[in-house]
């Protein structure tokens, strides 16, 4: 079953795809490669068919991705989508990274899961190369600060060491944030990750979860 909970009003899409009944849910937030016009379900919606997962989509429709108008409505619209709902995870990749956690600001998810994070709205720095080092002290200045963790657990799954480089500029809370080395993403994997990897991420989180309770 689909809801598509956001208007066209030029801001984007979310979109709630129930598969089963549970009372669980992954929000699936489109990285940069996904925002634009275009439809475009490939960031979440497949993987959660195949594997029966109730799933919400975010597609952002502007430049600026999470920023300006999506950004202040989003919250409000994944409240109202996520009502029925008792577990949630928000993930995403790369700017994706940034969208997941920018709504756990406001939004008590169960787990983020924040792949190979950027923390800039610039392609030409997303990600950061060795040579673009220099550029990392401007990192973070184009975008809105992640400043409040409101989630319950944080996985960050970095894919080099550029990627702490994003990843300080989101503040994640040291004592609720797990992190990974990933090495190598998977070319056309859910959020870079294999179906495997990524189902594993989103069940190893639920136990900690409960016994976190």
């Known amino acids: ?10 801001c984007g899409r979310i979109v709630l795809r129930r598969t089963n009944a549970r009372r669980r849910v992954t929000v699936f937030f489109a990285g940069r490669h996904a925002c634009g016009p275009r439809i475009d ?19 952002p429709n502007r430049p600026r991705w999470y920023q300006g108008p999506l950004g202040r409505q989003l919250p409000q ?32 998810a169960d787990h983020v899961l924040a792949v190979h994070p950027v923390s800039t709205l610039d392609p030409r720095k997303a990600p950061l ?22 989630a319950r657990h944080y996985t960050l799954v970095a894919t080099g060491p550029e990627d702490a480089v994003h990843a300080a500029r ?16 998977t070319p056309g994997g859910t959020l870079g990750l294999s179906d495997r990897a990524l189902l594993g991420l989103l069940g190893a989180a639920a136990p900690a979860l409960a016994r976190a309770g």
């Open 1 to 10: 079953m689909e809801q598509p909970s956001l208007p066209k009003s030029g």
């Open 41 to 59: 379900d490939g960031y979440g919606s497949a993987f959660a068919l195949r594997h029966g997962l109730n799933a919400v989509l975010v597609q």
């Open 77 to 108: 619209l994944l409240a109202e989508v996520l009502a029925g709902f008792d577990h949630v995870t928000f993930g995403g990749a790369g700017m994706g990274a940034y969208g997941a956690l920018l709504a756990a600001q406001h939004i008590a």
């Open 129 to 150: 190369s060795r040579a673009q080092r220099r550029d990392g002290a401007r990192l973070g200045r184009d975008i809105a600060p992640v400043l409040t963790h409101r």
């Open 170 to 185: 989101m503040f994640l809370p040291a004592g609720r944030t797990t992190r990974l080395n990933a090495g190598q993403l």
